[in-house]
């Protein structure tokens, strides 16, 4: 029998045995919600209250006078293109450390993506390199919260008004999140949420769009419109999902970030070891996922070990982003200079999923116990490291 203090995947016994938490939570007032929306025979319905009333109160949570439900994230960012009337032979600024699917996005549109840096310390969107991107082709620039930590908008919006361009603010990662004071998803033109089944607020499917512009709402609304109906809409039953989830938002992000700053408070004997992407603090923010830059040096292990480490232990970690120049044609997108730092986020992000940042300071302690158990045996990670691979 092996030693069971030993990291669990060398043979001891996980640090949580229990296994990462599974998402969504059971929660009853989504039980609730359901039962009602059940018996009223709105699950059976095209078009009930529940659709209409969610939008009315996205808008109202945001502070934005409109809001369109949908039926992915994906689609929202397809249509705020739209809206922008991004078109083929346009381009599209972004981050070259971004969510795959919006560089797909771009092209399912016949435009052309174009990637600049990310900031050296929180691996977001980096406003200083984006005048350089910009061409008389330029149509847009999305932008997106990731891994908790905040594009500056304020800069992004600046820039981009200067030079006519249209803001894409993908904040699926980052609903409720405030910016300098103002929500997620109202700095740019258009703001996009998603209600996929690992998201924060979360129908399994399902997707947001918010606006300030009346022009822009109305074009985003037509485009999603085939002839009186919504071509992939939210259903009822999404919606009925949803309602009390936005209402318990405010709450449950402050939940996550009363963790996260504990987690972060266990860590800060040894703070080059993992990295967060936010300089502020976690009050104020939203976590979908808790990134860092990890220090393979510091820690003494492969970013890639580590995880499957984590993992052993019963805490969901993983690796973040491929970047998305790395291990692409050259052809599918210009790159504006070098891009060191998405490489770096491409090379040694890890991220820790939400689920265990919404339980209690108990389940923190165990991540924090997990890491540092992972950290006292390095060594015989090294050493079994070459037959755990062949
Ligand atoms: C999840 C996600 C989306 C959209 O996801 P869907 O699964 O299509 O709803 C968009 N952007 C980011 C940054 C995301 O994390």
Request: with cysteine; aromatic share 8%.
């Amino acid at each position: 029998m092996s030693d069971p203090s030993l990291p669990a995947l060398l043979g001891g016994s996980p640090v949580r045995p229990e296994w990462p938490p599974a998402w969504p939570l059971p929660d009853p007032d989504v039980q609730a919600a359901l039962t009602v929306a059940i018996a009223s025979g709105a699950w059976g319905q095209y078009h009930g209250e529940h659709v209409c009333a969610l939008e009315a109160e996205l808008a109202a949570f945001h502070g934005v006078p409109h809001a369109i439900t949908c039926a992915s994230g994906t689609l929202a960012v397809e249509a705020a293109l739209r809206a922008l009337r991004v078109n083929a032979g346009d381009e599209v600024v972004m981050a070259a450390y971004e969510y795959e699917s919006n560089f797909l996005t771009v092209h399912a549109l016949g435009a052309k993506p174009i990637l600049i840096d990310v900031h050296p310390d929180t691996w977001q969107l980096d406003p200083s390199q984006l005048e350089a991107a910009f061409t008389p082709q330029t149509k847009a620039v999305i932008c997106s919260h990731l891994h908790g930590g905040l594009v500056p908008m304020r800069e992004v919006v600046t820039l981009a008004r200067k030079h006519n361009i249209g803001v894409i603010e993908d904040a699926a990662q980052a609903p409720g999140a405030m910016v300098e004071g103002k929500a997620a998803g109202t700095w740019g033109d258009v703001g996009t949420l998603s209600f996929g089944g690992s998201k924060l607020l979360t129908a399994g499917r399902g997707g947001a769009l918010l606006f300030s512009d009346p022009q822009l709402h109305q074009r985003a609304k037509l485009w999603l419109h085939r002839g009186l109906q919504q071509w992939a809409p939210l259903s009822e039953l999404q919606a009925a999902a949803l309602r009390p989830q936005l209402r318990k938002l405010p709450d449950m992000n402050a939940k996550r970030a009363e963790n996260v700053r504990e987690l972060l408070t266990q860590l800060q004997s040894n703070p080059q070891w993992l990295q967060p992407l936010f300089r502020s603090d976690p009050n104020g923010l939203a976590f979908y996922k808790l990134g860092f830059q990890f220090n393979p040096t510091a820690f003494g292990l492969t970013r890639e070990l580590f995880v499957k480490a984590m993992r052993a232990e019963g805490i969901a970690f993983d690796v973040g982003f491929k970047a998305l120049h790395v291990g692409r044609s050259p052809s599918r997108f210009r790159a504006v200079g070098e891009l060191p730092n998405a490489t770096a986020a491409h090379e040694r992000c890890v991220m820790l999923h939400h689920p265990v940042l919404s339980l209690s300071r108990a389940d923190i302690q165990q991540v924090a116990d997990a890491i540092a158990k992972v950290y006292r045996y390095r060594d015989m990670f090294a050493e079994r490291a070459p037959s755990d691979r062949s």
